[in-house]
């Protein structure tokens, strides 16, 4: 694996396709890089993965969104094909250890509104689930949630370093 220094933050996500109900197996970026954080935590490549959003999450559809329990199993893809997707975004990558001992992330999670197949918004994160990641994850949510931070700004700051994303938001 090649890990290089964190770069500047990044403009805005791009929209992906959202859910479907036809998941396909998606072609992944090539020569992809990992980033390391300040702390040494694996960052996805920023050309390779940006993240990207699903255009059905917006602050006016967050109660029937990412804010209804249940919501993200309902979107998420089958095993099936994120499973063909690891092996190919590893390949990507350059990731040489076991599959199993790494998560195929999604950079902007489901439930902050990320896009659930989308090649640029899923990469193979090193290290076991869960993670540090998620706990990072899980308090953003509760930000969006219950109004305290908009979606956007925890959308950005967990794109850009979810390991200063927290102290981004003020959360």
């Known amino acids: 694996m090649l890990f290089v220094s964190t770069g500047t933050a990044l403009a805005t996500i791009p929209v992906g396709p959202g859910p479907s109900g036809n998941y396909v197996v ?12 300040a702390g040494g935590a694996a ?3 920023p050309v390779c993965t940006p993240g990207a959003t699903n255009p059905k999450v917006t602050p006016d ?12 199993k309902s979107i998420r893809p089958p095993a099936s094909i994120t499973d063909a997707e690891k092996k190919l975004n590893a390949k990507s990558y350059d990731y040489t250890g076991p599959l199993s001992s790494a998560e195929y992330d999604h950079l902007v999670p489901l439930e902050l509104g990320g896009d659930p197949n989308d090649p640029r918004n899923l990469w193979v994160e090193p290290g076991a689930s869960p993670n540090a990641k998620d706990s990072v994850e899980n ?3 509760q930000l969006v949630c219950n109004g305290t931070v908009p979606l956007q700004t925890a959308q950005e700051a ?4 979810w390991t200063t994303a927290l102290a981004t938001v003020g959360g």
């Open 26 to 37: 998606e072609p992944q970026p090539s020569n992809c890089h990992y980033r390391t954080s």
């Open 43 to 45: 960052l996805p490549d």
């Open 61 to 72: 559809t967050l109660d029937s969104t990412i804010c209804r329990s249940g919501y993200t």
């Open 139 to 141: 308090r953003l949510h």
């Open 158 to 161: 967990i794109a850009t370093d």
